[in-house]
């Protein structure tokens, strides 16, 4: 077996377009954060319909920084969910904050509205929820939830570029929306993130955060407030405004690769089968889950995984839940406590998904998985 994998779980989709807008800006007398960035920022909050959007270093530092300008800290609470590919969330204890971990619903895996207002307490001031792996929240309930209970909505869409919910796209629910372009998103910058609002209050010191006045950055000595220096560089924005370009026709490919997917799991028998909200009118996968049946263990599922290590196929799994990692658990989190959240996390697995695999490729991919599935689990497992 060679040093990488044959089959790489993630493999950004580049064109020459990128590779002339890095070089220009490479070039370029500057580097770090100048017009580029806010190029980038003003074509993302056009593309999404807000009015601003702040480029950030990533989206976990986007979330800080948002709960920062909204006052949140030490003695408030933030309803959030313990499941989901990226860890966004870690920003809440990163503020100082209590983060109240609620339980996901079975089928689309995000937050559920009626657990999350069983949450709210009067220390509670904001709700982050997330479109998990692409599948966008219950956003209308969440909606009437928040303004009911006097809550900052936070849309967590880290996940999930491109799907529409109630036909407009994701990142257009939140009082505050967070986008991470971090692999394997199909939109990538390398590392970065985004936050949009349509709250000029809120972008102004979203970006007092993030880092210096253009005033006082000739200045060794600390200005109004301290920075956090999350900014995004020029190069990375570079990158970010071509992508962000040819989204159409990245996420058109991905199409493409999930139903090549779809077509070989009819006989992938006994594992969940992938579902759409009604209330979603289109949806783009982070990655291709697959959720084994309930006969299997997570050390069953990780000899799935590492048997398509060994046919030199990376993937991982889907997830770490937060309340069972050791921050939390020292927070007096403890394993069995979501119920719904462990099921789904012991038995899924994320296979590669980007514009490169071919055909023959993704059958090889579902096929090993398969075999190793029979081999692990003693026959066809039912999911329930």
């Given amino acids: 077996m060679s040093g990488q994998p044959s089959i790489l779980f993630s493999d950004p989709d580049m064109s020459l377009s990128e590779l002339e807008a890095v070089e220009e800006v490479l070039k370029s007398p500057g580097l770090s954060g100048g017009p580029v960035v806010e190029d980038f920022e003003a074509a993302f909050a056009e593309y999404l319909g807000r009015q601003y959007a702040v480029a950030v270093s990533s989206a976990t530092m986007g979330l800080l920084l948002a709960l920062r300008a909204y006052g949140i800290g030490p003695g408030d609470e933030v309803i959030a969910s313990p499941f989901g590919f990226r860890e966004t969330a870690h920003a809440i204890a990163l503020a100082g904050a209590k983060p109240v971990f609620v339980d996901i619903d079975y089928w689309t895996c995000t937050i559920v509205p009626d657990k999350a207002a069983a949450a709210v307490t009067p220390q509670t001031k904001a709700i982050v929820a997330c479109n998990v792996n692409g599948h966008p929240a219950l956003w209308a309930q969440l909606r009437a939830l928040a303004d009911e209970r006097g809550l900052i909505l936070i849309e967590d869409s880290s996940e999930a570029i491109g799907s529409r919910y109630q036909g407009k796209l994701v990142g257009s629910f939140g009082d505050c929306s967070i986008f991470d372009f971090t692999q394997p998103s199909a939109l990538t910058t390398g590392e970065g993130g985004m936050v949009v609002t349509d709250d000029r209050d809120l972008a102004v010191r979203l970006r007092g955060y993030r880092n210096r006045r253009l005033d006082e950055r000739k200045s060794v000595v600390l200005g109004d407030l ?10 990375n924005a570079a ?21 090549y997917y779809d077509a070989f799991m009819q006989s992938f028998e006994g594992i969940k089968p992938a579902y759409q909200a009604p209330e979603v009118d289109e949806l783009h996968w982070m990655v291709y889950l697959v959720h084994l049946g309930t006969r299997f263990t997570r050390s069953s599922r990780d000899v799935v995984i590492q048997d398509l290590a060994t046919a030199e196929v990376e993937s ?10 050791r921050h939390y658990v020292d927070m007096g989190y403890r394993k069995g406590q979501f119920f719904v959240t462990e099921k789904l996390a012991d038995r899924a697995i994320a296979l590669p998904f980007h514009c490169h695999l071919t ?6 991919i579902v096929q090993t998985a398969k075999d190793s599935s029979i081999n692990v689990g003693a026959g066809a497992a039912i999911y329930l």
């Fill in 226 to 235: 301290p920075p956090y220096r999350a900014e995004m560089s020029d190069i």
């Fill in 239 to 259: 990158l970010g405004l071509s992508q962000l370009e040819r989204l159409d026709g990245i996420l058109e490919r991905r199409k493409d690769v999930e139903a």
């Fill in 316 to 325: 991982v799994a889907f997830c770490s839940p937060l309340h069972t990692q």
């Fill in 359 to 364: 055909e023959d490729q993704i059958g090889f």
